[in-house]
């Protein structure tokens, strides 16, 4: 439709119609079988349903085609309901969860597992994805850090830009793509002691510097809807918040797009104790410029009056409708409401092997090797026992892959029986114990704990033990314990489970078989002695669909592991929040010698356990010392190039993660001890080498300074490029 047709559409609805195009009422409204992902006992009026503008949670192909043809029908302009889902790392195919797509450090995972889930989404009659989550993560005991890329503004920012890219493609009117949302806007995981829906205190330089940019990526890629978050950002909730919406997110970041609250986020203004009633509410959200409000009766019940009493202007109440038409016109809606979807083509499309394919190997490259000692990966032994309540577990996705078919997923024993069994080896599996102790384990026990009896499988578990020449012991977090609302103080792995670990350590002599660890986790852990204790020691975060296919194809070394850490591993929850971009302190901790009076702790070491950046392959690299094309750099049109030479000194091909960090000595306000500023994956043969070079110019130097504004400033600087970010390879060189 033409711009000058949806201004005629607008001008012919009623006030009631405009303020119902911000109403989206929840999936379970129309479809019993819905997914809820939100709190909500109200039932909506007909009238409601009649005229709502969007809803969430449904998908299929016939049900979305009878429900859009329904719904058109009956509306008094006939204008298209909006299908909203959360898509945010598979529909049908399911993909590693994001924290584990940030761990392959390759965007090209991120956009091509995006456009999959884009193509079998919309064939599912899906127009609009809530995703990518851009938050930024330091706080493991949060529970959604399972959704998020990391710890890292730019790995961040450059795994958000791909999936935006992946959802949209080159243009919405294409039926294989997706609106992408990005969420939750803004600064929702730097939520205080990691407790989910909590508080949020920042300054705005760290704010700016830290959990801005990957929106703004994001939002320079061009997503269309973005959503309000939870929290309050010092004291004032997202939803109400106009200095974040209208001036950072409208006027600085030039979102056009639409704006939604999170699920009920405009009615908890109430809660908060910022507004004080709905009513008040409803005006503080449009003075924000939040357009759709999702799942509570706020705008429903109350805009039309604002508007009325003039309280809120008629002409913001059109310019929030004409975002909402303008998505759906600009998704083809009103020249075709279904957008191509069909029960066909969801078959053709939806976990068909060419997206089962890129999904292994997404898999494969986000596995992340924190020990291998005595390189004793790959497996060898003609007789191996798989361990563990993850042994033969379907629920290997995470708890937010809520259109997956679980029991599509591929297993450990699964695929071991299929890429091992083939072989001369022999395999046993058992497992061992229960994945939790009990519901509380998961609070509302929202997923069911099993209960098997723990003696019977504790003995079954030691007895292939003392058979097996290699043990993998598949452990990890259930599936409810990351994911929303799952906040945690004690991120290790369950009580029965390390109990299973202890007893077959115990059974195990480490001098005649070894004994390889998986965990399956959505957040940092708290791994106790399991690196210690394990030969090797592999994160496989929540792999989804080829779970078992792509950890295999590692473990039996048809592919070197590739993955690097996007989030750091502490010691202890107490040292959380933990971030490897921390600031150096008056009192650095010095390395040896005298510590007192120094920022430490007396009971734990300062540093991560497993650093950001950090993991190993199956080969080795060298990295040679930096060479900067030269020591200054003018703020003109200049760059420095600064490189390495990489060589393989291993036995087998394998990629690495070269990583440029960047610290800025001094600066008008304190500055971290390393940013990451670039990456680069090379693949090499043993014996080959390559030069490695990062680009670096005046640009990437500017951070929030104490004129509160972005800019670089004179002085020394020191560019460090190496395998992770504890890394020391490093050269000086100055701005000037
Ligand atoms: C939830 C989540 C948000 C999700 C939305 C719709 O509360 O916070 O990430 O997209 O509701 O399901």
Redesign the pocket.
């Known amino acids: 439709m033409k711009k000058s047709d949806l201004k005629k559409l607008l001008a012919d609805m009623s006030l009631e119609e405009k303020v119902m195009q911000l109403v989206q009422i929840p999936g379970y409204e129309f479809e019993q079988d819905a ?1 809820v ?2 709190l909500s006992d109200k039932k909506s009026s007909d009238k409601v349903k009649r005229l709502a503008g969007s809803t ?2 449904v998908w299929g192909a016939d049900k979305a085609i009878a429900l859009q043809k329904r719904y058109m029908e009956n509306h008094p302009h006939h204008i298209p309901l909006l299908l909203m889902l ?1 898509v945010i790392h598979g529909h049908k195919t399911v993909f590693p969860c994001p924290l584990g797509q940030g761990a392959t450090f390759d965007p090209e995972v991120a956009k091509k597992g995006a456009e999959i889930q884009a193509k079998e989404a919309s064939a599912e009659g899906v127009h609009v994805t ?1 995703s990518p ?1 851009a938050d930024l993560v330091r706080d493991a005991r949060w529970g959604r850090v399972v ?1 998020s890329t990391g710890e890292d503004k730019y790995l961040n920012g450059k795994m958000v830009s791909a999936m935006v890219e992946g959802y949209q493609g080159t243009s919405l009117k294409d039926k294989g793509h997706v609106a992408s ?1 990005i ?2 806007f803004a600064a929702y995981g730097g939520a205080e002691a990691g407790r989910d829906y909590n508080d949020v205190e920042l300054s705005e330089h760290t704010l700016r510097e830290q959990y801005l940019p990957a929106y703004k990526e994001g939002i320079k890629a061009g997503a269309r809807l973005v ?1 309000t978050s ?1 929290n309050t950002l010092n004291g004032i909730p997202s939803s109400g918040n106009k200095w974040l919406m209208k001036d950072i997110l409208r006027k600085e970041m030039k979102f056009k797009g639409v704006l939604i609250s ?2 009920a986020a405009i009615a908890e203004m109430v809660n908060w104790g910022f507004a004080k009633d709905m009513k008040e509410a409803s005006r503080l959200a449009m003075e924000a410029g939040v357009d759709i409000d ?1 799942c509570t009766g706020c705008y429903g019940g109350n805009l039309q009056n604002l508007v009325k009493e003039g309280k809120v202007s008629e002409k913001l109440l059109d310019e929030a409708v004409m975002r909402v038409l303008e998505l759906k016109n600009d998704l083809g809606l009103f020249e075709d409401p279904y957008r191509g979807a069909s029960v066909e083509k969801s078959l053709e499309v939806c976990l068909c092997d060419e997206h089962r394919k890129v999904a292994r190997d997404a898999v494969r490259k986000s596995l992340v090797l924190l020990e291998n000692m005595g390189s004793v990966l790959p497996l060898s032994s003609k007789k191996i026992a798989f361990i563990g309540p993850y042994a033969d577990e379907k629920k290997i996705h995470s708890s937010w892959a809520i259109s997956g078919e679980p029991d599509k997923n591929v297993t450990i024993k699964e695929a071991a029986k299929e890429l091992l069994g083939a072989g001369d080896a022999e395999l046993k599996f058992a497992k061992g114990s229960n994945m939790l102790l009990d519901k509380t384990d998961i609070g509302s026990g929202v997923f069911e704990a099993d209960d098997d009896s723990n003696k019977e499988l504790l003995e079954e578990a030691l007895d292939i033990a003392k058979w097996a020449g290699e043990i993998v012991l598949c452990l990890g977090e259930d599936i409810g314990q990351s994911g ?1 609302s799952t906040s945690r103080v004690d991120i290790r792995i369950p009580a029965p489970q390390k109990a299973l670990f202890d007893a077959v350590c115990n059974v195990t002599d480490r001098s005649k078989k070894k004994l390889i660890t998986l965990i399956f986790n959505g957040r940092p852990l708290d791994l106790e002695d399991i690196p210690q204790k394990s030969d090797a020691l592999l994160i496989c975060w929540r792999p989804g669909t080829e779970g078992g296919h792509g950890i295999l194809d590692v473990l039996t070394g048809a592919y070197s592991t590739s993955g690097k850490l996007p989030v750091s591993f502490p010691w202890s929850v107490g040292q959380e929040p933990l971030h490897y971009d921390h600031y150096n302190t008056g009192r650095p901790k010095p390395k040896e010698g005298q510590t007192i009076f120094s920022s430490r702790y007396l009971d734990c070491p300062n540093e991560a356990r497993f650093p950001f950046g950090f993991g190993l392959g199956y080969s080795e690299f060298e990295v040679s010392a930096v060479k900067l094309s030269k020591k200054k750099l003018s703020k003109d049109e200049d760059f420095i190039e600064a490189s390495v030479t990489v060589k393989n000194i291993g036995k087998v091909e394998a990629t690495e993660t070269l990583q440029l960090y960047i610290r800025d000595v001094a600066g008008s306000r304190v500055r971290p001890v390393k940013e990451l500023k670039g990456f680069e994956k090379v693949t090499l043969s043993p014996g080959k080498s390559a030069k490695v070079s990062f680009r670096i110019d005046e640009t990437m130097l500017r951070f929030f300074t104490i004129n509160n504004k972005f800019e670089s400033e004179e002085g020394k600087f020191v560019a460090f490029i190496g395998t992770d970010s504890k890394t020391n390879n490093s050269a000086e060189f100055e701005l000037v």
Do not use: R
């Open positions: 997914a992902t939100g969430l949670g959360d809530f989550m959704e949302c969420k939750h959503m939870f999170d699920w999702m929303e």
